[in-house]
């Protein structure tokens, strides 16, 4: 399968910086990437789709200003969790689909915030 | 309605068993269809993608589709411990660009 690559997998951080996390696509081009964010032993949340060249559409209930997304080019998009909160600890997936292809998601490693 | 829906579980089953998963979708023109594996603690990986009626295999794993009755299913032969897992189905909605999960079931195979 195609591979993305997410880093950092793991942060800690203190409450109210910054955190940028890393959404690479290896070995195909993405125009389109998603950004889930998953809380322990409930189901994956989509929280916004990131277009390559454009502003990122947020779902309902997830603060823009919040959550940064750049999708600079075709195999990057990045998240920036600003001024983080505890609340905010949970992890966060990135996903891509090839932009010929047959629908089919395939998701980064994860990274694990932690905010203290 | 949820637009995808799954069986929480946990679904237990002993080594060597058939596993079957379930799943139903509400959107009748949905086209393409996914089951994908999620182990604790890690990001969901694809095992499985079916898009037109009826079985699909993949060594252990058989997906099969149903969109009359809005249906798809995966089962796994001779289940294994390492299969424990959360399986999670997607569904590609007709006119959209993003995959619709299920809440994903809880599989567990007991040794």
């Known amino acids: 399968g195609a591979v993305v690559s997410q880093h950092p997998s793991r942060v800690i951080c203190k409450s109210g910086t910054s955190v940028k996390i890393e959404c690479r696509s290896l070995d195909f081009q993405a125009t389109t990437m998603f950004w889930y964010r998953q809380f322990p032993k409930q189901s994956l949340m989509l929280m916004a789709t990131?277009?390559?060249?454009?502003?990122?559409?947020?779902e309902q209930g997830v603060e823009k200003d919040k959550f940064l997304i750049n999708h600079a080019s075709l195999t990057l998009s990045t998240l920036t969790v600003t001024s983080a909160h505890p609340e905010d600890s949970s992890f966060y997936i990135c996903?891509?689909?090839?932009?010929?292809?047959?629908?089919?998601?395939?998701f980064g490693e994860g990274s694990r915030l932690t905010v203290l | 309605q949820k637009e995808v829906e799954q069986n929480s579980g946990p679904l237990s089953v002993p080594e060597g068993a058939i596993a079957s998963l379930n799943c139903t979708y509400s959107?009748?023109?949905?086209?393409?269809f996914f089951w994908y594996r999620q182990y604790s603690g890690k990001s969901p990986e694809l095992i499985m993608s079916?898009?037109?009626?009826g079985d699909k295999e993949d060594g252990r794993f058989t997906a099969q589709l149903n969109k009359a009755s809005q249906y798809v299913s995966l089962l796994i032969r001779d289940s294994q411990p390492s299969d424990s897992a959360t399986y999670l189905c997607?569904?590609?909605?007709?006119?959209?660009?993003?995959?619709?999960f299920g809440g994903g079931t809880r599989l567990m195979v007991k040794p």
């Open positions: 959107d009748r023109g949905s086209q393409s």
């Open positions: 996903s891509a689909r090839r932009s010929a292809g047959t629908g089919e998601l395939f």
């Open positions: 990131s277009n390559e060249g454009s502003k990122a559409t947020y």
């Open positions: 997607a569904v590609l909605q007709n006119a959209g660009n993003m995959l619709t």
């Open positions: 079916i898009y037109s009626n």
